[in-house]
């Protein structure tokens, strides 16, 4: 079946770790993007990637990196500068731009606790 | 700066009954898209339904149906004969048409829908 896979669903970290959530789709779709969700925030975009290696901030992108090695995969870290990681994050992709019906495909979430 | 704005935080509905939830979006471009997504207590994102701004026609999928004034800047979703498996909380999204910027889609911070049996 055709989808998007995040791992790990929970994650717990200490205090100024780095840790790194993945990302992988196997829809053959162009763009990729990270979103946080808080509650009472609705989602906000952290970081898209339009083709293999590049990608572009998105509206919170502080604290946050991202790379694109590979169609497939476009995995997130979040360094020990994000001031408030504990949230659930969503990965998302869609078509490239050229056949793109603007829809998202969102995977299950990973959902972040910092102790 | 596209803004997507849900005023209503939590909405509850008699199951069978109807309701409307309602979305309204700021925006100075006129080829977008927008959309109503679900996500229901397993968090998994789900499309609802999608209208193109060039079309007058409202969209309608089976029981979901929407109401697009796109001179108001208003786009309300409009769920008939509800039923359990619809509580979920509901996301109004804009994306503005390909062709470079930003990209992605910008969410409201989503309605509540609560359905009692």
């Known amino acids: 079946d055709g989808g998007i896979t995040q791992s790990p669903k929970y994650l717990f970290r200490k205090e100024g770790q780095n840790v790194t959530l993945s990302c992988e789709q196997n829809?053959?779709?162009?763009?990729m993007y990270w979103y946080r969700q808080d509650p009472g925030q609705g989602l906000r975009l952290i970081y898209y990637?339009?083709?293999?290696?590049?990608?572009q901030k998105g509206d919170i992108a502080e604290g946050y990196s991202v790379s694109r090695e590979k169609k497939e995969s476009f995995p997130l870290t979040v360094t020990s500068a994000q001031k408030n990681p504990t949230a659930f994050y969503l990965c998302a992709s869609s078509i490239g731009l050229a056949a793109n019906t603007g829809e998202l495909f969102f995977g299950e979430g990973s959902r972040l606790t910092v102790l | 700066a596209q803004t997507v704005t849900q005023s209503q935080p939590e909405m509850s509905v008699q199951e069978a009954e109807t309701v409307t939830l309602s979305c309204t979006y700021d925006t100075s471009e006129s080829d977008y898209y927008l959309f109503w997504y679900k996500q229901p207590p397993s968090r998994q994102m789900i499309l609802v339904i999608r209208q193109e701004a060039y079309k007058q026609q409202n969209a309608t999928e089976n029981r979901f149906s929407v109401n697009f004034q796109k001179a108001a800047k208003s786009f309300s979703l409009k769920i008939s004969d509800s039923q359990l498996g619809d509580a979920a909380m509901y996301f109004c999204a804009y994306r503005r048409r390909p062709g470079g910027g930003a990209d992605g889609l910008t969410f409201g911070k989503g309605t509540h829908l609560i359905i009692q049996p």
């Open positions: 990637s339009q083709i293999v290696n590049d990608f």
């Open positions: 829809l053959n779709h162009d763009a």
